[in-house]
Nanobody, 124 residues
Framework: QVQLVESGGGMVQAGGSLRLSCAVS????????MGWFRQAPGKEREFVAA????????RYAESTKDRFTISRDNAKNTVYLQMNSLKPEDTAAYFC?????????????????WGQGTQVTVSS
């Protein structure tokens, strides 16, 4: 069983920064590619960023690639999302996800395990 717990969400003014963390239980973390997704009220869950099993490959949504950075620490079983220059349209619940495999995927259905989410609210 793989469990994911997100933290680091909160309220911030536009232009500010937050760092999200996702702690993963179990021995499978290093075998999993990891992703971050977000979902705003009334909208579908959308891809934010993903990182390969080794951390050597990353991918980003067009809307986040110049502002967000995904990273992982396999020794700590943790994946991070550094979010800079936040905008009101970044307001959403952010979810961490894991998939067994090497490559970072951008589709929610490719991920097998999900956290409960952490809320990010950006005020203008």
């Amino acid at each position: 069983q793989v469990q994911l717990v997100e933290s680091g969400g909160g309220m911030v003014q536009a232009g500010g920064s937050l760092r999200l963390s996702c702690a993963v239980s179990g021995r499978t973390f290093s075998n999993c590619a990891m992703g971050w997704f977000r979902q705003a009220p009334g909208k579908e869950r959308e891809f934010v960023a993903a990182i390969s099993r080794s951390g050597g490959s990353t991918r980003y949504a067009e809307s986040t690639k110049d502002r967000f950075t995904i990273s992982r620490d396999n020794a700590k079983n943790t994946v991070y999302l550094q979010m800079n220059s936040l905008k009101p349209e970044d307001t959403a619940a952010y979810f961490c996800a894991a998939r067994r495999g090497v490559w970072p995927a951008g589709i929610p259905n490719d991920y097998e395990y999900w956290g409960q989410g952490t809320q990010v609210t950006v005020s203008s």
